[in-house]
Structure formats: C-alpha cells, structure tokens
C-alpha cells in the first residue's frame, strides 16, 4: 500500500497571505484573555471610566497587527478607520469621540505592565492549545537569543538624572561574536555590540512558533537565561518537556551542564555546535581504554590501522540508550575499504565510547552523524521567528524604553504569533469538517 504524505496543518506562510483585518479577527477570537480582562475590570473598579477595557485591549492588539510604531499613530487609524473601531469594540455611535485619549492609553499600558503574570498564563494557554491541535508540536525544539535595539539615549555618568524622557536606563551593552571558516579553510570572526535588550526564544522547529520566551537586558548570557528557560518550561510548558525529543542551539548554548540537564533529567538529545577549547593545538584525543581509537573536538571517530598506522573515520553506528554509549563501526568493514590490518585490529566489530568520555563532544546523537547535521540546520528556524518579529511585528523601527515594557510588547507580538496560528489551524479544520459532511 502506498504512504499518502500528511499535509503539514499549518504554515506561517498562511498567514502572511491573510489581510490585516483577517489576521486581527483570527487574534481576537482565539486569544484567552478573559482572565486579564476580568482583572483589569476588577482593578478599575468605580474610578475613571474614561474608556471600555475590552475595546482598548484589543485596539493595543489592532496596533501590533497593523504595526503601528506608536499609540498616537494607533489612534489616528482609529479615528479614521469606523471598521476598525468596531471591531475593536468602541461605541459607533459616539464616532470619533469614542476614540481613547492619549493619555487613557498611557494609564492602561501602565497599567497592564503590573500584569506581566497574567500575560504570560495567556501565552501557557495558547502553547497548550496548540500542543492539543498538533500532535508533534514540540518535538524538536530550538532556541536562540535576539538582540533588540534601544534607539533611546544612554546614560552617561551616574550623575546624570536618572529619567528625562529620553534615555534608557534598563538597557545596556550587548556582545555576540560569531566565527566560521572560509572555503579556503581560513578562519572568519565576526563582533556584533549593541545598546539595548535580548529576546530569548524557544521554539517548535517544524512549525516555527514560540514556546517559552524570556526579555533580559543586552548583557544576559545567552546559556544562563537557557538554564532558566529550560527550568521554568517544567512548570509551564510540561506537556513540551515530555514531547520534546531533540534540542537545538548554536555555539553559544555549549554548556556542559546544559547538555547534561536535557539528557540527564529530561531525555532530549542536545543538539547544540561546539566551541574549540581545547589548549595546546591539540588536534585529537586518545578515547580512554583505547591504542588505536582518537576523537577530535567536534566529536569525529577516528581509528588506525595497526598494520599501516593509516588513520580513517569511523562510522556512526547509533546511540545505545541503556549503556549511554555511543557506537562507532569499522570504516573497512562498513565500506569496503581497503585496510591493511583489518583481520588483526581489535576494532573490527566496532567501538562503543560513552557519553561520559566527554559531555560536550559525545551527545546522545553522534556530532559526526548525518543526522546530527540534519537537526542542526533545524536551529534556523528561531531566526526566521526573529525575522518576523521584526518585520510583521515592527521590532526593526520602535520607541520601546525600559524593561517592563519591553517584556510587554515582545510577550504581546509572541501571544498574536500564536493566536493568529491556532485560528488558523482551528479555521482549516472546520472547513475540512464541512468538506466531509457535504461530501458525504
């Protein structure tokens, strides 16, 4: 019989496709906001009434989808935009008189920022729902750190004042330093600094959405804020833990003590590149136990003939879960190649090394293997999250100031990435529910 492959449920490129009012009526219906709508109610109580909580709510959502920069620019649309007004929730009645006031929205963005917890229960919400609509939704994992402009002023000195409006307190002084090599095998190095924040993202590789975030400022290291990240998923995001299978990361998420946590308390295999510390030039090891076996930083097997001395790469020959060893396979026996003393070599049934030969070069996926190399191009997929942070969500030109805030409006493009996603999904399969009953 022949396999039929399953149509992936949802792409973001479906989105993208959508108009403006599409995507916002895709948010509004599927964010679970009630319980901070319920709050915000509460907290207002009998004082000002200047303005309807749901409605301004949601036209904050309308200006992260219509990517407007500011909320005067949010309120000009409003103004001149009936529609949009009324989806948002203002009395039509009123006209233009019913758009809030500047100010209004100053009290409720202040407001809203003490109530960064109840934000961040809506985001669990969504990434729960979306792991009850897919069932791999977080299987492989990846994450990443984004670096996020302040386009405020810096403070100078200490005796400067502390807030005049223009300057930026929270952030500071971010470092990335980025190192390859050239087809020639010349090495490249590359210094990224910059004034302001970092995004720190988990998210689902296949279907390039969000599962965890942190906002710190630029400095935080990126390893120290994965150690948290990973931590608080336990409680917030259990179902992702114990679905995830493999972890992807760059160079800078090279901790031995990460990649430790994600095999040793969680079972997921780490899939995160490597850095060169080794001293001295080394350029090989001898593995423990072994005359004839070598490795070399990045985790390839070597072995030498004991007739010739001629050295060859050794096959990746699968993980060993009950041992936690890894096993590597005769080159000659497994290609055919020549070698001298392959009738005499003590390796000519392989070689099991285990991980504890050295945590960081021997990960539960061989580093040397096809697949290690497959799901770490995985990795990718938190840059085009990133990308999109950027370019649908207006983080490339902002106004943002401070971290409270910043942590807000990152939390609120990330929650509308999400919402906009389980609509759709929601969406697709209604229709495929009446394409059944009609064809039926």
């Known amino acids: ?7 992936q449920l949802f792409k973001w490129d479906e989105i993208e496709e959508l108009g403006d009012l599409e995507r916002l009526r895709l948010v509004l219906d599927y964010l679970p906001d009630e319980e901070l709508m319920r ?32 909320t005067e620019s949010l309120r000009r649309e409003l103004m001149r935009n009936g529609q949009l007004r009324q989806i948002c929730g203002f009395d039509i009645t009123l006209g233009v008189k019913g758009v809030p ?6 009290r409720f963005l202040k407001n809203l920022m003490k109530h960064q917890k109840e934000v961040n229960k809506m985001f669990d919400n969504l990434v729960k729902m979306l792991c009850e609509e897919l069932p791999d939704f977080g299987e492989v994992l990846a994450i990443d750190g984004k670096a996020i402009q302040s386009y405020a002023r ?7 004042k502390p807030y005049d409006g223009r300057r930026d307190i929270d952030a500071d002084i971010g470092v990335k330093t980025y190192k390859g090599k050239n087809k020639n095998g010349s090495v490249w190095e590359k210094v990224k600094t910059w004034f302001g924040y970092k995004l720190h993202l988990i998210v689902d590789a296949k279907y390039e959405l969000p599962v965890a975030f942190s906002v710190t400022k630029a400095s935080r290291s990126e390893v ?21 299978l493999y972890f992807a990361g760059d160079k800078g998420y090279d901790d031995t003590k990460l990649i430790t946590k994600l095999w040793g308390e969680h079972e997921i295999k780490p899939i995160i590149g490597i850095r060169n510390v080794w001293k001295d030039g080394e350029e090989t090891k001898l593995v423990s136990g072994r005359e004839n076996v070598v490795y070399d930083y990045e985790g390839t097997v070597y072995c030498y003939s004991p007739k010739d001395f001629k050295r060859r790469e050794m096959v990746p020959g699968g993980f060993e879960k009950d041992r936690e060893t890894l096993r590597y396979l005769c080159p000659a026996k497994y290609y055919g190649v020549e070698c001298q003393g392959k009738d005499s070599c003590p390796l000519k049934s392989g070689v099991r090394i285990p991980l504890s030969e050295d945590r960081r070069v021997f990960t539960s996926v061989a580093r040397s293997s ?3 190399k497959k799901l ?5 997929s938190v840059e085009r999250v990133n990308s999109r942070i950027d370019q649908v969500f207006g983080f490339e030109d902002h106004f943002i100031r401070g971290l409270k805030k910043m942590e807000l409006e990152c939390s609120l493009a990330l929650l509308i990435m999400l919402a906009m996603a389980l609509g759709r ?16």
Not at 154 to 160: F, L, S, T
Request: proline residues 3%; charged residues 35%; contains cysteine.
């Open 154 to 160: 810096r403070r100078r000195d200490e005796d400067e």
């Open 224 to 244: 120290k804020e994965g150690h948290v990240l990973i931590d608080e998923m336990e409680y917030r995001a259990p179902v992702v833990i114990g679905r995830c």
């Open 101 to 106: 006031s500047s100010s209004a929205y100053t």
């Open 425 to 440: 999904i929601r969406n697709k399969q209604k229709d495929k529910l009446r394409s059944l009953v009609q064809a039926a």
């Open 376 to 380: 770490y191009d995985k990795r990718t």
């Open 1 to 7: 019989m022949a396999i039929i492959p399953q149509k």
């Open 39 to 70: 709050v915000l109610e509460k907290k207002r109580g009998k004082g000002r009434n200047d303005y309807p909580v749901r409605a301004i709510w949601n036209s904050i959502i309308a200006g992260v989808v219509f990517q407007h920069i500011n």
């Open 370 to 372: 096809a697949k290690w």
